[in-house]
């Protein structure tokens, strides 16, 4: 991966690597984009579930009061849809991605050569971030005009939830693969954080239709300030505080999810 220039000693030339890290993390990136392309079952579950989702989950939401929130059906639907696309094109790709790159030795064989870990875990995750990031956009698009979602009336805020929500995916990725033994089990122990996210966070129904008590709960889950923020975002319907509030969530999760990785990740196949 990396390219060494050597020059005779004798003229005092002195050998060095030519590589740079932008340089090793466009080439893991684009070998990480290779595979992703070649496993069907990944690419049809982040590229079609995310599109499938929000549209089965219509009739349940017509059936919502969300005039009373004011809320809208392409509001609500808009915030599925990047919702599903962080679940299914991210973390859930990830979390294949990392454990199957983890038992086939890849990830022992490239922490040998000049990229760090952190370089490894970003390449290999930069494909699907950016598969995310670009889905999210054009669903926020689609929504928007064919569900009269309306423009973002604080759009700040939506692409901040957006972000967060793209870091956290990935370092939820990376903690569910420590603990996942083979890439065909990797489907089944994403499991609990794609229902958890999908009921409670927000993405199917909306953190003001729960009840009280619930809902102060379901704020504290890992993908809800994210949620709540590109919500709060499309609708302007966040306070100041609330706001403040899922900020400091968002980045406390953060926080532990990169303590949770460097602690727990594991980079060689587990026995």
Do not use: H
């Not at 990392?98 to 970003?122: N, Q």
Request: net charge positive; hydrophobic share 50%.
């Amino acid at each position: 991966m990396s390219t060494v220039t050597t020059t005779p000693a004798g003229r005092g030339w002195t050998s060095r690597p030519t590589t740079t890290p932008a340089g090793r993390l466009r080439a893991l990136a684009r070998a990480e984009l290779t595979l992703l392309g070649r496993n069907r079952n990944v690419v049809v579950t982040a590229l079609l579930v995310p599109l499938a989702l929000p549209f089965s989950v219509r009739p349940a939401v017509d059936q919502m009061d969300l005039k009373g929130e004011g809320l809208s059906v392409g509001a609500v639907m808009l915030t599925a849809a990047i919702g599903f696309s962080l679940l299914f094109a991210v973390y859930s790709a990830l979390v294949s991605a990392f454990v199957a790159r983890r038992e086939e030795l890849v990830l022992k064989r490239l922490r040998t050569g000049e990229l760090g870990d952190s370089e490894i875990l970003a390449g290999t995750a930069l494909p699907s971030v950016c598969l995310g990031f670009v889905q999210s956009l054009l669903l926020a698009a689609a929504c928007a005009l064919l569900l009269d979602a309306g423009a973002p009336r604080a759009p700040q805020l939506a692409l901040l939830g957006l972000l967060f929500g793209l870091a956290l995916c990935v370092g939820l990725a990376a903690v569910t693969a420590s603990f996942t033994r083979t890439a065909e089990s990797a489907q089944v122990t994403a499991l609990p954080v794609l229902f958890l996210s999908m009921l409670g966070s927000g993405i199917i129904i909306p953190d003001q239709l729960l009840p009280d008590r619930m809902a102060r709960v379901c704020e504290f889950l890992p993908l809800s300030p994210a949620i709540r923020l590109i919500s709060g975002g499309w609708t302007g319907g966040l306070s100041t505080s609330a706001t403040l509030g899922a900020l400091a969530t968002a980045v406390a999760w953060t926080v532990v999810a990169v303590f949770a990785v460097r602690r727990w990740f594991r980079w060689e196949p587990r026995r």
